[in-house]
């Protein structure tokens, strides 16, 4: 079956614009993370969907980042008025949470560059 | 708080052993893990640990969890070119819940 999907692979955008990143979940996967990778860095959480649950918003870095949702499929995460210190590779992963399956499968991420 | 430390940059020669380390400072966390991030490639997770255990084994991967000094280590035994990648350690607080990651350790493996 298909893995976790994100696009666009590469966007360059100008600061100040806003931006929207996809992912496409694995089929049946109820659990969904996005995460930031900035350039030589380790991967810092930025929030994380669960089921009909309230989203875990605690590692968003500011008021212009914001992601949705839409039942246990597609997420999208937007970022609004971009600064160059957004220029990062997002990356989403999913999982099942079921007994014994915890584990994260990360998609290929989103390269975002602020220009 | 929150903290995950490794050393950046390791170099080991083919056939030998590598051994990559990790420090947490929170003692709440039960579960830690492994990744493995290859140019092009997506983040693939190697192995974890929960934390009532001092040992995993798997294949030519050994973990060592000490919990007292909050220390993990990952040592791949027989390393091999295909090795050559940057490893993350990650810990979270319960079955899957966010990952906290350390900044990564590139291995560099010469032939």
């Known amino acids: 079956g298909a893995g976790v999907s994100q696009s666009p692979s590469n966007k360059v955008t100008e600061k100040g614009k806003d931006v929207e990143l996809r992912c496409d979940p694995i089929s049946g996967h109820t659990a969904l993370y996005w995460y930031r990778q900035r350039l030589g860095q380790g991967l810092e959480f930025l929030i994380y969907f669960q089921g009909n649950s309230a989203p875990d918003k605690s590692g968003l870095p500011s008021d212009r980042f914001s992601a949705e949702r839409t039942g246990e499929s597609v997420s999208t995460l937007t970022i609004q008025r971009t600064q160059q210190e957004d220029s990062a590779v997002y990356l989403c992963?999913?999982?099942?949470?079921?007994?014994?399956?915890?584990?994260?499968?990360f998609g290929p991420g989103t390269r975002l560059t602020v220009t | 708080g929150e903290d995950v430390e490794q050393s950046l940059f390791l170099s080991v020669r083919e056939g030998d052993s590598s051994v990559i380390n990790c420090t947490y400072t929170d003692s709440s966390s039960t579960y830690l893990y492994w990744y493995k991030q290859e140019p092009g490639a997506g983040l693939q997770l190697l192995t974890y640990?929960?934390?009532?255990?001092d040992m995993k084994q798997d294949q030519r991967l050994t973990v060592l969890l000490n919990k007292k000094d909050k220390h993990l280590s990952l040592r791949i035994a027989d390393t091999q070119t295909g090795d050559s990648a940057i490893y993350f350690c990650a810990e979270s607080y319960n079955q899957g819940g966010k990952l906290i990651f350390g900044q990564g350790t590139e291995l560099s493996v010469k032939p």
């Open positions: 640990i929960f934390s009532n255990m």
């Open positions: 992963a999913s999982s099942l949470l079921l007994a014994g399956n915890y584990e994260q499968y």
